[in-house]
């Protein structure tokens, strides 16, 4: 199993100075996990979610991670690959300068983005969306393979070109993709791409998921690019030593962070926040129930929240499951700094590596 | 029930897991990790979605039982014709023809253990029995009481099929009148209303579906045989058991009772009522008093209602009464904003059909489905169930009126979703969808912040 860290960049009722205080204590979350031994770092692609994910430019936040990191990965879950949002031909060129710079550590992810906020605010086409994005998909690939590139498709129709530089990881960094709906993990296993999921209802359900995906990417022949048989999910999560701290400061981040997803993409409006949800601490009651629900058969498998022990369990659960990767979301919205870092060092050495 | 890693993993067959029974048992099983699929027969769909589930529409006169029951290491027979009033040929045909197709497929198949959920009713509703009634009192025929009659003759069948297959594990569950949420009978009509029917001075035999259920698991996972009587303790006549627990009993004078259900088949052809077998009404005069002191000795079998007040209070406490009418007026809304509403291009690709269960006073079960972008709710649930939902209605109207998030309601297990995923997230979207809408200008945001503030002042806190 690997491990690595998500990055949505989310701050709770965010003001000037505590919104630019958010991206150094990233910097600060990613360099330790550097030095733990984490395997990745991804940043998300996001606009204009306020709360949910201030991380509008990951290119320029994982360019500067590379420079203070070593040995861990810098991914990209995902780049938005509609052309209104980014250009294909620049997506191509940033991606190989940073693979380029970090000495070959990209994990490049893409998908097309789902919520109406970005989707309006870039003037989408909704229904042009999962075409542009393989469209792009395609071009990008053929012009990292290409020494003089050109292109004519549906969107498309680029004369010839030198698309440069070229990443150093050969024939191409190790790409993914993002699967938020229900059948999207089948989807992205027929393209040959590794799967960037949700940790969304109970064993079986993922185990599932996970089933169909292995089964579907067995049976890809993706055309010009490397096959990446791999399924990662983001479970939040908070592991200290006071398992009862763990869970008062982890289920109040958890929540935001559902709460906050599913106002921007299952409300059917286009909120622009700030977003009415609970950010206080839940009450006793709610606690012990909550503390008692982990890693009961049956129960959702959405977080890993509490002492080493009990994110023990629950990381067996997902083990047994066959998930390749574990993206923990423990930068969430209403968490204090001292408590991500802490986190991040708990889990490093006291779960990391019994896995 | 957790089985360590690495245990046998197995393949259960469920004959009626459609019905109120068969419905428990196969939530349990799918959620069960030991067990690793499961082939639900019978002649509906059962109302639940599953990654492990296999179902089959199956008649047990014609199914291709060798074939449906390949590989199945447990056959759960459930599927029976219980209080219709079927010409007696049918009901044969069905209920004991069909029981013995079954079992013998079952041994076909290589099936090591067949769990049958035979009735209190094999012992004959007839006077004088001894009291309590043990598994080893004498099973009396009686030919009158068809329902009675076929019970009977299943478990005489399974005399010697048992002999014949001695490797055979079987396990006979004798539970008395199952009282539950989802009772389809014409008692649990009346129940609902809070009315109890009262036909004589007999103690009423019940107990819990749900501890029935769990009593099948725990024979499954003790590769347990032999019959067991399933009964919660200290049975009252109807007339005492409603004045213990509140409700109002309906006292029938026997002779008019008996003369509605000779009359039922001619009042059912013209749509009034459903048909009964008189000899229910004829036999409710009958005391039959179980002991389960077996099941809870050797099953280890741990009823959540220990007595029969205790199934009353039970029911009283989870079955809606009536749909709570904040509940019912923001569902009809929720249909026609589905209906009427603009889509939701971010939900173009999803397609889930969900069922809601409030339990609790004021509940009631509702769809939630979700096509062409639009999340369509209405007053019945979907045949075809992705995903279901529970919650209690109080936490419910919580939700609506923000008193509660739905984050934490799921984290503290106050919602529990089953099957599809994303299911849960739907319902969250909807209602936050309707507190979007609320806060928004014009008329739609005038009528939901009126609507809203109704609900905001109702029950709750």
């Avoid at chain 1, 791409?193 to 599932?208: P, R, T």
Wanted: hydrophobic fraction near 45%.
């Amino acid at each position: 199993m690997k491990f690595s860290l998500f990055f949505e960049m989310q701050i709770s009722e965010p003001t000037p100075e505590s919104e630019a205080r958010l991206f150094h204590d990233c910097v600060a979350q990613a360099t330790l996990a550097d030095q733990l031994g984490y395997h990745c770092i991804w940043a998300v692609e996001h606009h204009g979610l306020y709360e949910y994910s201030h991380s509008s430019a990951p290119e320029t936040f994982l360019a500067y991670v590379a420079a203070k990191t070593e040995q861990i990965r810098l991914g990209h879950g995902i780049t938005l690959l509609p052309f209104r949002y980014n250009h294909p031909i620049r997506i191509a060129e940033r991606i190989a300068t940073l693979d380029i710079l970090s000495g070959g550590r990209v994990n490049w992810g893409s998908g097309k983005s789902s919520s109406l906020v970005e989707q309006l605010a870039f003037e989408n086409d909704l229904g042009l969306l999962h075409d542009q994005w393989l469209e792009a998909l395609e071009m990008i690939l053929k012009m990292w393979s290409s020494e003089v590139f050109s292109f004519k498709g549906r969107f498309f129709d680029i004369p010839e070109t030198r698309v440069i530089p070229k990443p150093v990881q050969r024939p191409h960094p190790p790409i993914f993709a993002a699967c938020s709906k229900p059948d999207s993990a089948a989807t992205v296993g027929q393209l040959g791409l590794g799967a960037l999921n949700f940790a969304l209802g109970d064993d079986v359900y993922l185990e599932q998921k996970v089933r169909e995906y292995r089964h579907a990417v067995a049976a890809a022949q993706p055309q010009g690019w490397m096959k990446n048989n791999h399924f990662a999910c983001t479970p939040a999560t908070l592991v200290l030593e006071d398992d009862r701290k763990a869970c008062r400061y982890g289920f109040r981040g958890a929540r935001f962070f559902s709460e906050t997803l599913c106002f921007y993409y299952l409300s059917g409006t286009r909120p622009v926040g700030p977003l009415n949800v609970a950010r206080d601490f839940f009450s006793d009651d709610d606690l012990a129930a909550a503390m008692a629900l982990r890693n009961t058969p049956g129960s959702m498998i959405a977080t890993i929240v509490g002492d080493p022990t009990c994110a023990r369990e629950s990381v067996q659960r997902l083990v047994d499951i066959d998930v390749d990767e574990l993206i923990l979301v423990m930068q969430l919205g209403t968490i204090p700094q001292d408590l991500v870092m802490e986190s991040i060092r708990t889990f490093g050495e006291q779960v990391m590596p019994y896995f | 029930m957790k089985p360590s890693r690495g245990e046998e993993k197995w393949k259960v067959a469920v004959t009626g897991g459609a019905g109120q029974l068969g419905r428990l048992i196969l939530r349990r099983l799918v959620n069960d990790r030991a067990v690793s699929s499961v082939v639900c027969l019978d002649l509906h769909p059962p109302r639940l979605s599953h990654p492990k589930l296999e179902p089959a529409i199956a008649d047990l006169r014609t199914a291709d039982l060798d074939h449906l029951f390949m590989g199945c290491n447990v056959v759960i027979h459930l599927a029976f014709l219980i209080g219709e009033y079927l010409p007696r040929q049918r009901f044969h045909a069905v209920n004991v023809k069909g029981s013995m197709r079954v079992f013998q497929a079952a041994a076909a198949a290589g099936a090591s253990q067949i769990i049958y959920s035979s009735s209190a009713a094999v012992y004959g509703m007839v006077p004088g029995h001894p009291e309590p009634v043990v598994e080893e009192t004498p099973r009396v025929h009686q030919a009158a009481f068809s329902y009675a009659a076929a019970k009977y003759e299943v478990e005489k069948f399974l005399d010697t099929f048992e002999q014949e297959h001695p490797s055979l594990q079987v396990v006979r569950l004798r539970p008395v009148v199952l009282v539950g949420e989802e009772m389809e009978n014409p008692m649990g009509k009346l129940m609902r209303r809070r009315r109890l029917p009262s036909f004589g001075e007999a103690p009423l035999p019940i107990v819990w579906d749900e501890d029935v259920a769990d009593a099948a698991l725990l024979a499954l996972h003790q590769r347990a045989s032999g019959a067991f009587n399933l009964a919660a303790d200290d049975p009252l006549p109807p007339v005492a058991l409603a004045e213990e627990t509140g409700m109002g009993a309906m006292q029938i004078p026997h002779g008019l009772a008996m003369r509605i259900a000779r009359l039922s088949p001619l009042l059912s052809k013209v749509g009034l009522g459903s048909l009964i077998d008189p000899a229910w009404i004829e036999t409710s005069d009958v005391r039959l008093v179980l002991s389960s002191a077996k099941a809870r000795g050797v099953l280890g079998w741990k009823p959540r209602c220990n007595t029969a007040v205790e199934v009353m209070q039970h029911f009283l406490a989870t079955v809606p009464q009536k749909v709570e009418r904040r509940i019912a007026a923001f569902m009809k809304m929720a249909a026609l904003v589905g209906r009427c509403g603009p889509r939701q291009p971010e939900l173009r690709s999803i397609r889930l059909a969900i069922h809601l269960h409030l339990t609790g006073p004021g509940g009631g079960d509702f769809g939630i489905v979700v096509e062409d972008g639009r999340v369509k709710a209405s007053a019945v649930p979907p045949l075809s169930v992705m995903a279901v939902i529970t919650m209690r209605s109080s936490v419910f109207l919580d939700l609506l009126a923000g008193r509660t998030d739905w984050g934490s309601a799921q984290l503290t297990g106050k919602v529990h979703a089953e099957g599809q995923a994303h299911a849960p997230m739907i319902v969250a979207g909807m209602i936050a969808n309707y507190r979007m809408r609320s806060q928004q200008p014009g008329v739609s945001g005038f009528l939901t912040r009126t609507m809203a503030r109704w609900i905001e002042s109702g029950a709750g806190n």
